[in-house]
């Protein structure tokens, strides 16, 4: 079985910076497809990021193109978040996931086989 584990998550004031990481641990585990999406009380898990194997691809949400950047270290089994420019509205639990064996770049939530427990993000005004 492989595990996620999100790091990285705080309070900062709008305009601010955080960087996210999700690190994958377990068996012998490399080749996924991976992914970052976030939750706020009372809404819908929503896609943030995304990025194929081995990290030729990314995609991201329309709310977040321009300040957020995936990117991913295979020899650390780690992937990243690097957010910018933070707003208010990005504040929710943020979600890493791993589709294993898969290597095209997956937004739907449903593609993927394995979740962290979230980290928690919390942009102040």
């Known amino acids: 079985q492989v595990q996620l584990v999100e790091s990285g998550g705080g309070l900062v004031q709008a305009g601010g910076s955080l960087r996210l990481s999700c690190a994958a641990s377990?068996?012998?585990?490399?080749?996924?497809?991976m992914g970052w999406f976030r939750q706020s009380p009372g809404k819908e898990r929503e896609f943030v990021a995304a990025?194929?194997?081995?990290?030729?691809?990314?995609s991201y949400a329309d709310s977040v193109k321009g300040r957020f950047t995936i990117s991913r270290d295979n020899a650390k089994n780690t992937m990243y978040l690097q957010m910018n420019s933070l707003k208010p509205e990005d504040t929710a639990v943020y979600y890493c996931?791993?589709?294993?064996?898969?290597?095209?770049?997956?937004?739907?939530?449903?593609?993927?086989?394995?979740w962290g427990q979230g980290t928690q993000v919390t942009v102040s005004s």
């Open positions: 377990g068996r012998t585990f490399s080749t996924a497809a």
């Open positions: 990025i194929s194997w081995p990290g030729g691809s990314t």
């Open positions: 996931a791993a589709a294993r064996l898969a290597f095209r770049i997956i937004t739907n939530p449903s593609g993927y086989d394995y």
